[in-house]
């Protein structure tokens, strides 16, 4: 899965549940784990179940219902979910009555099976079936243990108006898709998260809308692959439209450019580009609109096409080195950042210097990365020896982490000097007298709070950094 991987759990307390829909006593407490997919799931599941009466909690102690939101695409991040539910049972041992549900990509890949390995689950829910969770809900409370891992081919959640969790109020993530059809030799992502499908771009605009009239001032449009959003009408799945579906469909520039037009004061980000299918179509769309934000996460996974191949990722070295010359062409004061799989199946030392080589060539802002790690049922595990030495990826890995500190710091240390458009996000962690923003590249602003407040842009002077972090003052 290619969205930001959002590495520590979050647990997700709702702001605001509409309020004559509550009915006392019923509390959920959910927490999620993996991708921004994830997070922005949740949010629909709360919705889902506060039309059911319950309400969110942030303390797991408190709740009648426990759901884990999981992810699937390592094997230490399954690991993690083991051992949270392992935390969760001696709460269960005090409240028998405490339901315990496991939803998202782990417990689409284990689905039944999750019953008989962890005593502690009630139910396991795959992304496509959070509507059921209520029925799945009533099952239990009879007595029985409930599973839904039903993946369907149109299921959007387009009309569900998903309840904010965790919300700073300014920022918010909108789904646009679901799904991958890609295949990628490494990747769970397709088995558990099932066919991709687009959205209806009106209920994507409409939720955009409602956001900024809540206040909200940026939008993150989320897919496992936007490139390749295409809307062809009523019909939800996208395998070969006719030429005049085609030519009436939505591209994801178009998209882009709709969501954009909403307000001047709602930024836009997305994520996650696929270098195979973003074209230039984009690129000039976010040089179109200032509120289209200069930064792109397009993961490159490796730098060397013959690993790029057995991937199954669909472009080379050289097609990638071209995305990212017409990025700087269309959009030089674009960030970029990736995502980098070390000790891929019959990886050798050159291959892995040509990822360094295209790390330093991009110079990118930014980089998730990961040692590969074997998993069940995909191309690479069917095809290919998992023959990387553990430690070597480990090295490799270590390697490029550390280059990519290096570039991370010149690219950061490159905006100071420069006055900043910063969208305020929260008063910063260190300090109480600081605000915290991030400017259009995503690198995090810090600045003293003065008479600013969340949700205001301020133009900020940066005169210090740090790695990772712009240090200056409101001009
Ligand atoms: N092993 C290691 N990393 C993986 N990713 C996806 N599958 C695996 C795997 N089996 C990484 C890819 C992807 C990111 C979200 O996680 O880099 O882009
Ligand atoms: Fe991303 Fe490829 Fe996995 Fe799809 S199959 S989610 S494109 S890594």
Redesign the pocket.
């Known amino acids: 899965?290619?969205?930001k991987?959002i590495d520590e759990k979050r647990q997700g307390e709702a702001l605001h549940v509409a309020p004559g829909k509550r009915k006392p006593g019923k509390k959920m407490f959910i927490e999620s784990y993996g991708?921004a997919m994830n997070f922005s799931d949740s949010e629909i599941v709360a919705s889902v179940l506060s039309e059911k009466g319950y309400t969110t909690t942030g303390d797991y102690k408190e709740a009648d219902l426990i759901l884990i939101n999981t992810c699937a695409?390592?094997d230490n991040a399954e690991l993690r979910v083991r051992n949270r539910l392992k935390e969760f049972n001696s709460v269960k041992r005090k409240n028998p009555s405490l339901m315990v549900g496991v939803m998202g990509c782990m417990a689409e890949r284990l689905k039944a099976q999750f019953l008989e390995e962890e005593k502690i689950v009630d139910i396991v829910v795959g992304p496509d079936a959070y509507r059921t969770l209520p029925d799945l809900i009533e099952s239990v409370e009879g007595g029985q243990k409930a599973v839904n891992v039903l993946l369907s081919r149109d299921e959007t959640y387009a009309d569900i108006n998903p309840v904010r969790l965790d919300s700073n109020g300014v920022t918010a993530f909108i789904s646009i898709t679901r799904g991958c059809d890609n295949m990628c030799a490494?990747?769970?992502v397709p088995f558990t998260r099932g066919r991709e499908r687009s959205r209806d771009p009106l209920s994507i605009v409409n939720e955009a809308k409602s956001l900024f009239g809540q206040g909200y001032r940026e939008v993150t449009l989320l897919g496992q692959n936007v490139d390749s959003y295409l809307w062809t009408g009523g019909g939800l799945k996208k395998d070969n439209p006719s030429a005049e579906e085609l030519i009436n469909a939505t591209t994801f520039a178009q998209l882009l450019e709709q969501v954009a037009l909403v307000d001047p004061l709602l930024r836009v980000r997305f994520s996650t580009s696929h270098p195979k299918d973003m074209l230039d179509d984009v690129i000039h769309i976010m040089a179109k609109y200032d509120n289209i934000c200069n930064y792109i996460h397009l993961?490159v996974?490796s730098g060397n096409s013959n690993v790029l191949e057995r991937m199954n990722r669909g472009y080379s070295r050289e097609w990638y080195m071209e995305r990212i010359r017409s990025i700087r062409q269309i959009l030089p004061d674009c960030a970029i950042s990736t995502?980098?799989?070390t000790g891929f199946c019959g990886e050798t030392e050159q291959e892995h210097l040509d990822t360094v080589s295209l790390m330093e060539w991009v110079g990118y802002d930014f980089a998730?990365m990961?040692?590969?790690?074997?998993?069940p049922k995909?191309l690479a595990e069917r095809k290919f020896k998992d023959d990387v030495p553990e430690l070597e990826k480990k090295r490799r890995l270590t390697d490029i982490v550390a280059l990519q500190q290096k570039l991370s710091g010149e690219c950061t240390r490159a905006g100071v000097g420069k006055i900043h458009r910063v969208l305020v996000e929260r008063v910063s962690k260190k300090s109480e007298d600081m605000l915290s923003g991030r400017n259009s590249q995503n690198t995090v602003v810090v600045f003293p709070k003065e008479h600013y407040k969340k949700g205001d842009y301020v133009n900020v002077l940066a005169e210090t950094c740090t790695v990772a972090t712009l240090i200056g003052k409101a001009v």
């Open positions: 899965m290619e969205n991987v991708c695409i390592r490494f990747c769970v993961p996974q995502d980098i799989i998730y990961f040692a590969y790690s074997e998993r995909t």
